[in-house]
C-alpha cells in the first residue's frame, strides 16, 4: 500500500474532516479495518496509519526495546500512548481529537500528504511552508542518494 499526492481539506467545527477521495480508495481495496492516528515524532502534524501499518511499527519498535531498558520502554510508552484509534464513518469523514488538532497546530485547513503507507495531516500553512523549500529536498536527496546518512 502507497500514499502519493496532497489534498486540501477543511475540518468542520466538530473536528470531522473528509479523508480524501483518493486515500480512501487505496484503503478500501487494501480492505483497511482500522486507522491509527498521532502526531508525528519529528514534525508538527499527524500520521494516520491504516492499522497494519501500525502494528508492524509497534513490533520493530518493540523487538528494539529491552524490557529492562528504561529509555526504551519509555520511548515505546510514549509512541503509543500518543495514539487513537479513529474510523471512518459512511461519508468518509474522521473525527480529528482535540488534543491531538492542537498539538498539530491545526485549525480548519488541513493538507493530506500521502507519505508511502501513511497519510499526513497537517495544517496548509505548515505544509505549503515544507513543501515549497525545494532547495532543502534537493540538498538532502542529494546526500542520501550518494550514500551519505541524513
Known amino acids: 500500500m502507497r500514499f502519493t499526492g496532497s489534498t486540501d481539506a477543511k475540518v468542520d467545527e466538530k473536528g470531522r474532516v473528509f479523508v480524501p477521495s483518493n486515500f480512501r480508495k487505496i484503503l478500501q481495496k487494501e480492505e483497511v479495518d482500522g486507522l491509527i492516528l498521532r502526531r508525528d515524532i519529528f514534525q508538527r502534524c499527524l500520521v494516520l496509519f491504516p492499522i497494519n501499518v501500525w502494528d508492524a ?61 501513511t497519510i499526513e495531516i497537517w495544517s496548509k500553512h505548515a505544509a505549503e511552508e515544507l513543501l515549497n523549500d525545494y532547495d532543502i529536498l534537493g540538498n538532502t536527496l542529494e546526500t542520501m542518494m550518494n550514500g551519505e546518512n541524513a
Open 57 to 117: 511499527q509497534v513490533d520493530a519498535i518493540t523487538a528494539r526495546t529491552n524490557m529492562f531498558s528504561r529509555e526504551g520502554r519509555d520511548a515505546l510508552r510514549k509512541f503509543v500512548a500518543g495514539a487513537e484509534n479513529v474510523s471512518m464513518d459512511s461519508g468518509g469523514r474522521i473525527l480529528l481529537p482535540k488534543r491531538l488538532l492542537k498539538e498539530a497546530g491545526i485549525k480548519n485547513d488541513v493538507r493530506f500528504i500521502g507519505v508511502d503507507n
